[in-house]
């Protein structure tokens, strides 16, 4: 299993104002992911991570309020941009461990006020 | 478009009392795993099934998917504080999509 960490871990932004949410993994992987989790909702993903290349929007969310980075195979970010209080959810990373099988990191608590 | 519904949303029992969430698709899934998140924690993933009429066991928690391959349900038999958080079902090859969950909630 693969050990993930986030930064930070949780954080109370303005309105407008822009969060950038790091993603560590301890070991090399093809694929991160983002999903965000509103308050007592299940998971939905944002987007694919791709090393080399573009990241993978899912429906719903677009590159302009969620760019996203991957410099390398260990390391992700996403940004939260121009934040409105509809923002206001945990943003997990996770990496496939298998086919099927993810692990997550501990997540971003972010409020938006 | 494919539907999965998760039932119950929500489930209180008593401690010793048994607990099922069940997973139900309009469509043929390739696969199905549980996920387990604590109050105030991550996602952690149980356990994933493949085949057609599986059934797997860890200690109380019984999975199971079924002939169909369209739905599946968790079981805990004689249910234990530490069991408490809110179950997902999730389905895809590498990007999930998941249940709406069933949270779990326990009388000591």
């Known amino acids: 299993s693969a050990v993930i960490s986030q930064k930070p871990s949780r954080d109370i932004c303005q309105r407008g104002t822009s969060l950038t949410i790091q993603c560590q993994v301890d070991s090399q992987v093809t694929m991160m992911f983002w999903y965000r989790q509103q308050p007592g909702q299940s998971l939905t993903l944002i987007a694919t991570a791709n090393q080399g290349s573009e990241a993978t929007y899912e429906s719903g969310f677009v590159i302009d309020k969620f760019p996203i980075s991957r410099p390398n195979l260990t390391f992700s970010t996403l940004t939260v941009s121009n934040m409105s209080p509809e923002d206001s959810s945990i943003y997990l990373c996770s990496v496939a461990s298998g086919p099927g099988e993810q692990y997550f990191g501990p997540g971003t608590r972010l409020t938006v006020t | 478009g494919q539907q999965v519904m998760q039932i119950p949303q929500y489930q209180h029992v008593q401690e010793g009392e048994d607990f099922t969430t069940y997973c139900n698709s309009s469509?043929?899934?390739?696969?199905i795993q549980w996920y387990k998140q604590r109050p105030g924690g991550h996602p952690v993933f149980l356990i994933q099934l493949v085949k057609s009429g599986e059934v797997k066991k860890q200690k109380r928690l019984t999975f199971q998917f079924g002939e169909a391959k369209k739905n599946s349900s968790l079981h805990i038999t004689a249910t234990q504080t530490t069991d408490v958080g809110t179950y997902f079902c999730?389905?895809?090859?590498?990007?999930?999509?998941f249940g709406q969950g069933t949270r779990l909630t326990i009388n000591p």
């Open positions: 999730a389905w895809g090859a590498q990007k999930l999509v």
């Open positions: 469509t043929t899934l390739s696969n």
